[in-house]
């Protein structure tokens, strides 16, 4: 059976948006891509439908996620400590440890079938990491990667002092993928002081205003990171407005 090819991805840029609204959305477009690959199996190949593929930017009100692997005394605060902090607290179903998300920071969903692209879990990774370290080069920032360490890091050869620049965490199923990447450009960095970053207790995290020394234009480094995603997976954007 001949499986058909779609490059096509569409953009959509949710703004600020509550998690479990975004998560809601993303897990309906998730198992309607899903439904679509089922369908296909059992259809002739004129009969069947291209899968669709997404790529959904946004920003979060502050809020920690725990991954389906993580630890739940990662978390350092109790339940009024959240309220304190007007934050919401989800055990969710990707993989990693627990993580925050928060005005500044620039969250990406891609909801891709794999088939369009390549079916290789790890190199799907190693490509949202390389999107990201393109990003931050534009901007005179060298990032890569610690071997075993999931995300991006700065100072990541000497390891004199590595610091966590952007989290990743994934799910896939039928090779579809949800949930994504994080990347701090004007992220309050206080609020990973309430968590033990994906699990990790001796490195630090750092976002692109810390290391510049002045608030990033988002809007930009949003464009650039878009761009070098598409250039990366060979995407045709097709971007949906709000």
């Known amino acids: 059976m001949n499986i ?32 679509v690959k089922t369908a296909n199996r059992n259809l002739d190949s004129e009969k069947q439908q291209l899968t669709p593929n997404y790529l959904l930017f946004c920003q ?72 990201i370290i393109l990003t931050l080069a534009d901007y005179g920032l060298k990032a890569g990667r610690i071997d075993g360490l999931t995300g991006v890091w700065l100072d990541f050869e000497a390891q004199e002092n590595p610091r966590k620049i952007c989290a990743l965490g994934v799910k896939t199923s039928h090779w579809v993928t949800m949930h994504g990447f994080a990347l701090n450009v004007n992220t309050d960095l206080s609020y990973f002081g309430n968590i033990v970053p994906c699990g990790i207790q001796d490195k630090a995290v750092t976002s692109m205003a810390a290391e510049l020394g002045h608030e990033m234009n988002f809007q930009e480094v949003s464009e650039k990171l878009k761009n070098h995603l598409a250039e990366l997976f060979r995407m045709e954007l097709q971007v949906i407005n709000q």
């Not at 058909?4 to 959305?25: C, H, M, P, S, T």
Request: charged share 25%; net charge negative; proline share 4%.
């Open 4 to 35: 058909l090819i779609n490059k096509q991805v569409l953009f959509r840029d949710l703004g600020l948006i509550d998690y479990q609204e975004a998560w809601d959305y993303q897990e309906k477009v998730f198992a309607e891509t899903i439904s």
């Open 60 to 131: 979060h009100p502050h809020v920690y996620t725990l991954g389906k692997n993580g630890k739940p005394d990662h978390l350092l605060l109790e339940e009024n400590g959240l309220a304190a902090k007007q934050a919401k607290y989800y055990r969710i179903n990707r993989g990693g440890d627990i993580t925050y998300h928060g005005p500044g920071q620039l969250v990406g969903y891609p909801i891709l079938d794999l088939d369009n692209f390549f079916t290789d879990i790890h190199l799907y990774m190693r490509m949202l990491e390389e999107s």
